[in-house]
């Protein structure tokens, strides 16, 4: 297995040696990832399948997963859920983290105090991905599960320093499945997710925990 490096998010990706000299989409932010060269296996002009999934199911060796997100996708919308709604949400807006107070939300780094230190929280990865034509799209979403203890408090540290509390795939329950739908519905126009029935569903489906991943339907065309 080769570990490679999304040039566009950072996402660490693995995928098989078979694929060297290739070049596939990253499962993040739809980005071309180049597979480098090696002396033993030829390059092929066929473009190396680059699917996404946390634990690869049995006998998938080929292919790739995300180990850890490094960094915040700068054009993804990013949701952290405690059991019952939102707690904390970031965009790419120069506001940072927002964390919840009461009934709104304020800047995370000035209300370092209203940080709760543990909790079962589950980070949500809204990918929203631009188009050539100039439109964006939410293609898919993907749920972390978090740790328990001080997951929060990393905010502090900076934009990015939340990742460093993952510690797998999560799963939502009903209350958490409808706030992300809400929060969907309030922040972005119709014609960014309506097509999107797959996401659609999966978000509206209040019978069980769903499975921690909600892979893309719609991969974006590379620009």
């Given at each position: 297995?080769?570990?490679?490096?999304?040039?566009?998010?950072?996402?660490?990706?693995?995928?098989s040696?078979q694929f060297t000299?290739?070049a596939g989409?990253?499962?993040?932010?739809?980005?071309?990832?180049?597979?480098?060269?090696?002396?033993?296996?030829?390059?092929s002009s066929?473009?190396?399948?680059?699917?996404?999934s946390?634990?690869?199911?049995a006998?998938?060796?080929?292919?790739p997963h995300i180990?850890?997100?490094?960094?915040?996708?700068?054009?993804?919308h990013?949701?952290?859920c405690?059991?019952?709604g939102?707690v904390a949400?970031?965009?790419s807006n120069?506001?940072?983290?927002?964390i919840?107070?009461?009934?709104?939300f304020?800047?995370?780094?000035r209300?370092?105090?209203?940080l709760?230190?543990?909790?079962?929280?589950k980070?949500?990865?809204l990918?929203?991905?631009?188009?050539?034509?100039?439109?964006?799209?939410?293609?898919?979403?993907?749920?972390?599960?978090l740790?328990?203890?001080?997951?929060?408090t990393?905010i502090?540290?900076g934009?990015?320093?939340?990742l460093?509390?993952i510690?797998?795939p999560?799963s939502?329950?009903?209350d958490?499945?409808?706030?992300v739908?809400?929060?969907?519905r309030e922040?972005f126009?119709?014609?960014?997710?309506?097509?999107?029935q797959?996401?659609?569903?999966y978000?509206?489906?209040q019978?069980?925990?769903?499975?921690?991943?909600?892979?893309?339907?719609h991969?974006?065309?590379p620009?």
């Open positions: 297995m080769l570990v490679v490096t999304c040039p566009s998010c950072q996402a660490r990706l693995k995928v040696s000299g290739r989409k990253c499962p993040r932010c739809g980005e071309i990832v180049p597979i480098r060269q090696s002396e033993q296996t030829p390059a066929a473009p190396a399948e680059l699917a996404a946390p634990s690869p199911p006998g998938d060796e080929d292919l180990e850890h997100p490094d960094r915040l996708v700068r054009h993804f990013y949701l952290v405690d059991r019952q939102l949400t970031w965009e120069g506001q940072g983290w927002m919840r107070s009461g009934t709104t304020v800047r995370a780094v209300n370092a105090d209203k709760p230190a543990q909790g079962d929280f980070l949500v990865e990918q929203i991905v631009p188009h050539q034509d100039g439109s964006h799209r939410l293609e898919g979403l993907h749920v972390y599960q740790a328990a203890r001080y997951a929060l990393r502090e540290r934009e990015d320093a939340i460093g509390a510690r797998g999560g939502l329950n009903r958490q499945k409808a706030a739908f809400r929060y969907i922040k126009m119709r014609p960014i997710w309506e097509d999107n797959t996401l659609i569903d978000l509206t489906n019978d069980y925990h769903s499975p921690g991943i909600s892979p893309p339907t991969p974006a065309s620009a």
